[in-house]
């Protein structure tokens, strides 16, 4: 019986695996031949299998990174001419009804700026306002229903993250860089030095200055700025020659910037007028190392070796954290900052001038 039962199993199974073949050989008859086009049919759905691509992040950025030409006019004094240079640069269109961001230096003492679309179109920008301290500029060009570059406000940005620099260098036209991001920075207002930007690898030339960096999605991840800059000695020593080494102005930082430019046509940062002694770490709070004459902390009574811990009722970790607090604060306010002289705690008001 045992036997009879398994023979009738082994039937039944050759049974379906017949009518399946048979199923198979009706719905596709490139089965039927001998020249083996199964195996054909089967390699052809590996060979369609797309290769890792960035093109759709390019796709989605590339029409709102623009090219920057601007004119500088100087007399001259053969034949009553006057000779022009023009410098070279990207931007990036921030909305759709005109303003873009790209690097101070771009447009530096420029007398005329025009602005070229992918698309081909051409228009003049004018100069909303700069800021020197993060090197950034914000254009205004007469047009509606321009490209926008994708941002998200919620973005941010850590090391490893691959990013892709787009812009025009040497004016050959829009070029797409590759890299990964090799450090972050702040995106307070106190920023004034490459530990503040994105670094990164993804190469920057003449002409990038100004562009998008963006991430493998296509949103803006920051403002191409720079390429390290070795200001030692020996600096031009052929053995310390530097690659790899660019950066960006953070998004946040840059959205920023641009906001207060178009609400006041500058960026008004508030003072304090301290540093600290970098050697002696905290987790909580920073000592006063120095105290600028006739500065806010000067005149508020703050001194040297004061502990600040708090700021209007936000706990301080770093001076960074205290300036960028103070930065951007509207000056002429007043904060209540929370010392400690030895043992004796203090709340000191301190009214915040604005940083000249």
């Known amino acids: 019986m045992k036997l009879l039962s398994a023979l009738k199993y082994i039937l039944n199974s050759a049974s379906y695996g017949v009518i399946v073949a048979v199923v198979l050989l009706l719905l596709i008859p490139e089965l039927r031949d001998g020249n083996g086009s199964w195996w054909n049919i089967l390699a052809s759905s590996k060979q369609s299998e797309q290769p890792h691509s960035y093109a759709r992040a390019v796709q989605q950025a590339s029409a709102a990174v623009v090219n920057i030409y601007s004119e500088k006019i100087q007399p001259s004094f053969n034949y009553n001419r006057s000779h022009r240079t023009t410098e070279l640069g990207s931007g990036v269109i921030m909305n759709a009804n005109g303003y ?49 570059i994708p941002q998200d406000e919620n973005l941010t940005s850590y090391v490893g993250d691959v990013v892709l620099a787009i812009g025009n260098p040497f004016n050959l036209g829009q070029t797409v860089t590759q890299g990964i991001i090799s450090g ?7 920023s004034t030095s490459y530990q503040e930007f994105l670094q990164m690898d993804a190469a920057i030339n003449e002409g990038n200055s100004g ?37 960006a102005v ?13 609400e006041d046509g500058r960026v008004i ?23 600028q004459p006739n500065s806010p902390a000067h005149k508020a009574g703050l001194q040297v070796n004061d502990l600040i811990y708090q700021i ?31 043992e004796l705690p203090l709340d000191i008001p301190v009214v915040i001038e604005e940083k000249r």
Do not use: C
């Open 312 to 342: 209007d009722g936000v706990e301080i970790h770093s001076i960074s954290q205290a300036l960028d607090i103070v930065a951007e604060t509207k000056p002429n306010t007043t904060l209540i900052f929370k010392v400690a002289r030895g």
């Open 250 to 262: 953070p998004y946040k930082l840059a959205h920023k910037i641009m906001r207060k430019i178009i």
């Open 100 to 148: 873009l961001l790209t690097n101070y230096h771009v447009v530096q003492d420029a007398d005329l700026i025009g602005v070229v679309l992918q698309n081909g179109d051409r228009y003049p920008a004018e100069l909303i306002g700069y800021d020197v301290y993060t090197d950034l500029a914000v254009l205004k060009v007469a047009a509606t229903n321009l490209p926008t």
């Open 184 to 190: 972050t920075g702040r995106s307070g207002l106190s």
């Open 269 to 291: 940062r508030g003072w304090l007028g301290v540093s600290t002694n970098s050697r002696f770490a905290r987790s909580t709070g920073f000592l006063i190392g120095e105290i």
């Open 211 to 247: 562009g998008a960096l963006v991430n493998s999605n296509g949103v803006l991840v920051g403002i191409n700025s720079r390429k390290y800059i070795n200001s030692r000695e020996y600096s031009f020593d052929p053995e310390l020659s530097i690659q790899g080494i660019f950066f």
